[in-house]
């Protein structure tokens, strides 16, 4: 199995700042994921972070608003920009283990935004 | 495009008895099927997966889930629940050759005393 960190746990951040979101894996990954955990809703992808390569947002996202860097193939950083509450939520990232579909999540960021 | 519905929010059920918590999904090609669950406080696990074969398929702490092809189901089932399975389960399919999945709104199961 995987393990995965995420920095911070929990922040509680004002309008108009932004958060960069760290997630490190034990383990080389090709894929990572961005997802947001609304209250009372389901996971909905951010994007798909491949090392050395740019990332792929769903719809709905975009890079200005969540920019993501993957640097190598065990870290990838997702930054919450020009913050409003309506971006309060929990924010995880995964990796694709062993089969398709199948993935490992890290303990999430729970973000407030004052 | 591939959508998970998960019919119940909130499940609550006695210890020691049997729960089903239920999941359609809809998709136009071949799919993978899984459940996760999310302990409080903590991430996602995977708990069991449906990839091709026996349509009865087990996973981790006693839990198995039948995929119907013709119900496009895939409910989740437990004979003796323990306190310890209070949680929310979340039911996931992914279509075949693409690797987003796509997850359902997530059931919470409380078991009661």
């Known amino acids: 199995s995987a393990v995965i960190s995420q920095k911070p746990s929990r922040d509680i951040c004002q309008r108009g700042t932004s958060l960069t979101i760290q997630c490190q894996v034990d383990s080389q990954v090709t894929m990572m994921f961005w997802y947001r955990q609304q209250p009372g809703q389901s996971l909905t992808l951010i994007a798909t972070?491949?090392?050395?390569?740019?990332?792929?947002?769903e719809s709905g996202f975009v890079i200005d608003k969540f920019p993501i860097s993957r640097p190598n193939l065990t870290f990838s950083t997702l930054t919450v920009s020009n913050m409003s509450p309506e971006d309060s939520s929990i924010y995880l990232c995964?990796?694709?283990?062993?089969?398709?579909?199948?993935?490992?999540f890290g303990p999430g960021t729970r973000l407030t935004v004052l | 495009a591939q959508s998970v519905t998960q019919l119940d929010s909130q499940v609550p059920v006695f210890e020691e008895a049997p729960v089903e918590l239920r999941c359609n999904y809809s998709?136009?090609?071949?799919?993978?099927l899984f459940w996760y669950v999310q302990y409080p406080n903590q991430g996602l696990q995977l708990l069991l997966k449906?990839?091709?074969?026996?349509?009865l398929v087990k996973g981790i702490n006693g839990f198995e889930a039948e995929f119907n092809k013709s119900q496009t189901s895939f409910h989740l089932r437990k004979p003796s629940v323990h306190i310890s399975d209070t949680a929310e389960y979340f039911c996931a399919v992914s279509e075949r050759g693409y690797q987003k999945v796509t997850f359902g709104i997530g059931t919470k199961l409380q078991v009661i005393p």
């Open positions: 998709s136009s090609v071949s799919v993978y």
């Open positions: 449906y990839l091709s074969g026996s349509t």
């Open positions: 995964s990796v694709e283990w062993q089969g398709p579909g199948e993935q490992f």
């Open positions: 972070a491949n090392q050395g390569s740019e990332a792929t947002y």
